[in-house]
């Protein structure tokens, strides 16, 4: 009876011990299945995370080769519409102007530069050029009551609004090139006929790159003429004059500037390119004198001593192998009425800085070889 009591008491030690086992077994299993569930969770949150940044990183390649190449498109950069708005009734001073001789009434946001600077940067291209262009309706609206715009304290928040807007814009669609002051640049194809004196001598072919003047000083100028050359069709110099080559400009731009944009820091000094008429454009002329007094603050007017014409850069190429005095060669004087004796303008390039740093220029976007008929 004694043997046999304890070899059952040993057999229910032995299938306690088991279950323990048993036990301990299935929690560890439980723990272990438990960690690799959070695991591969966390795996594949991580993969998804670097999957995205890898193709938003691709995406922003692809974007900076596109704009090398051809005009930007949209730049991917959202940003809600309540969170400006909220910025807005936060840092806005709301300004009305009333138009003299209107019954309009026109409600502008003014903010301090650097906030505006800031949600001007927050932008889409597509945003950007909505924005410019309400603004430059605004400023027309203005423009054409006959106020002094240079004095007047409304025009000229509305007016550096529009700048700021502007500089945005130029920035999105042709290459924001911060290293550089003078970035962009237009190359002019012409073609001299047969009438030019030295026709047989030097023939057809000419070539003009002119530099155009910092945004920081005169964007809306810069902005104009790039957009000329970007929608470039025809045109050609038929003008010589004393003081100034004028060509004609057809293209996709129509109207003339929305305001006299002018800079002292950057004066119609000789070989400066500006726009013709007041108000301004989009022909455009070349000075071959110091222009300073005839086209600058106070010219050409008595009503209004600061309005000036609206100026675009400076050649830098034209001068010194003689293609500017060549053009001043064409035969008459002041306005020619003969298209036979015009200097044409075949092609317009946009050139902007290489990336990498160096001196060199490359093509952005240049117009089609093609002339469409007048």
């Known amino acids: ?89 936060n840092n806005n001073k709301q300004l009305r102007t009333v138009v003299k001789n209107s019954n309009d009434i026109i409600d502008t946001n003014t903010n301090n530069n650097n906030n505006n600077v800031a949600n001007n940067n927050l932008l889409t291209e597509e945003e950007a050029a909505q924005k410019v262009s309400q603004l430059e309706q ?37 290459g924001d090139y911060t290293k550089t002051i003078t970035p962009y640049r237009i190359r002019l194809d012409l073609e001299f006929q047969s009438t030019i004196p030295d026709f047989e001598t030097n023939g057809k072919d000419g070539t003009i790159e002119i530099e155009l003047a910092p945004i920081s000083l005169i ?41 006299q944009e002018y800079s002292k820091e950057y004066p119609h000094k000789k070989y400066t390119v500006g726009y013709a008429g007041r108000p301004s454009g989009p022909e455009f002329y070349i000075s071959i004198q110091d222009n300073t007094h005839a086209h600058g603050p106070g010219s050409q007017q008595q009503h209004n001593p600061y309005e000036a014409d609206c100026i675009i850069g400076t050649v830098i190429q034209g001068v010194r192998d003689g293609t500017v005095d060549r ?48």
């Not at 605004?138 to 409304?154: F, L, N, P, S």
């Not at 038929?238 to 293209?251: E, F």
């Open 138 to 174: 605004q400023v027309r609206a203005i423009k054409k009551t006959g106020v002094i715009m240079e004095t007047d304290e409304e025009s000229l928040a509305l007016t550096s609004q529009l700048q700021d807007a502007t500089r945005t814009l130029i920035k999105l669609r042709y």
């Open 327 to 374: 053009i001043h060669t064409m035969p008459g004087k002041e306005f020619l009425g003969d298209k036979k004796k015009w200097v044409l303008i075949r092609r317009m390039h946009i050139l902007v800085p290489e990336e990498d740093g160096s001196d060199q220029y490359i093509e952005l976007f240049s117009s089609p070889a093609v002339i469409p008929e007048d």
């Open 1 to 89: 009876m004694g043997y046999d009591a304890n070899i059952k008491s040993k057999r229910l030690a032995v299938k306690r011990q088991r279950l323990i086992t048993i036990l301990f077994s299935l929690i560890g299993l439980a723990l272990a299945c438990t960690f690799a569930v959070n695991f591969l969770r966390r795996s594949s949150k991580m993969n998804t995370t670097t999957a995205a940044a890898a193709k938003k990183k691709i995406i922003g390649h692809f974007h900076s080769a596109y704009r090398n190449k051809q005009q930007q498109q949209d730049v991917v950069s959202v940003v809600s519409d309540t969170a400006n708005n909220n910025d807005n009734d």
């Open 219 to 259: 964007p809306y100028s810069v902005y104009n003429f790039l957009e000329i050359a970007r929608t470039w069709k025809n045109g050609a110099f038929h003008r010589n004059a004393g003081h100034v080559l004028q060509a004609i400009a057809r293209s996709d731009v129509k109207q003339s500037m929305p305001f």
